[in-house]
């Protein structure tokens, strides 16, 4: 599993048109899934991406949490963080979880964010498997790569 998290300024998703998920301070994560991944490594994921510490303190240090700072999630499923770029200039995706196991994952960690975020935590999502159109003001920029791969 994979999350590129980039702490935002604010952040949206737009889905023909219509923005159907947006938010202020906080992290805008792109989530990636494929069909080796399973809900513990997920609740890995969501316990780092909780607990990361990239906000700045009264001293300009990233020292707080997305709790500490009252930030907020918007969640993106991105099926292309598994491209494979070896051969030829054609990504490949075959790393990908399938559309109906990425679907329930994603689906999964958006409701244990809702669970386990701080009151008040804004968790808003993009539209699974739409062409969405995502703008965000990366704060820093500060952009994290986790992967479960990774992780202890």
């Not at 998290?5 to 952040?11: E, F, G, H, P």
């Not at 809702?114 to 699974?128: A, C, I, P, Q």
């Amino acid at each position: 599993m994979k999350f590129l998290i980039q702490r935002v300024t604010d952040a949206s998703v737009t889905v023909e048109g219509k923005v159907i998920g947006e938010i202020g301070k906080g992290f805008f994560v792109l989530i990636g899934v494929c069909d080796t991944d399973t809900k513990e490594i997920a609740d890995k994921m969501i316990k780092k991406l909780l607990g990361l510490r990239i906000f700045a303190d009264a001293e300009g240090k990233t020292n707080l949490d997305i709790a500490s700072v009252g930030g907020n999630l918007l969640l993106v499923s991105q099926f292309t963080l598994y491209a494979n770029c070896k051969k030829g200039n054609r990504p490949s995706f075959i790393k990908s979880g399938s559309p109906a196991h990425a679907e329930e994952l994603y689906d999964y960690i958006v409701e244990q964010c809702k669970v386990l975020g701080h009151d008040g935590m804004k968790v808003e999502t993009g539209s699974f498997g739409a062409d969405m159109s995502c703008k965000l003001t990366n704060d820093g920029p500060f952009t994290i790569d986790l992967d479960s791969d990774e992780l202890q």
